[in-house]
């Protein structure tokens, strides 16, 4: 019923940016927040970034400074705008909708930061 389709991900080097976008579609009474995590090799699934309904914003302590997260209500899609990119970044990106009653995750997409 609900799918969040990702795009944006890709090789860039350190330093470099990137832009990711999630887009849901399909029957949703009310999302309550979106956001971005990150899973890397080993490595636990961890959040990066959350907007909730408010609009407030919530950053992981390793990339505040760097990430943005931000939305399109209209569209209900959400951005992450990754500046000063690290090797450290380098993961799958996954998005997430909190919706009233599901949770739901897109299909993730690759980020590899590398010289």
């Known amino acids: 019923q609900v799918q969040l389709v990702e795009s944006g991900g890709g090789l860039v080097q350190p330093g470099g940016s990137l832009r990711l976008s999630c887009a849901a579609s399909?029957?949703?009474?009310?999302?309550?927040?979106m956001a971005w995590y990150r899973q890397a090799p080993g490595k636990q699934r961890e959040v990066v970034a959350r907007v909730v309904s408010s609009g407030a914003t919530n950053y992981a302590d390793s990339v505040k400074g760097r990430f943005t997260i931000s939305r399109d209500n209209a569209k209900n899609t959400i951005y992450l705008q990754m500046n000063s990119l690290k090797p450290e970044d380098t993961a799958v990106y996954y998005c997430?909708?909190?919706?009233?009653?599901?949770?739901?995750w897109g299909q993730g997409t690759q980020v590899t930061v590398s010289s």
């Open positions: 997430n909708l909190l919706s009233n009653d599901n949770d739901y």
């Open positions: 399909g029957s949703i009474f009310r999302i309550y927040s």
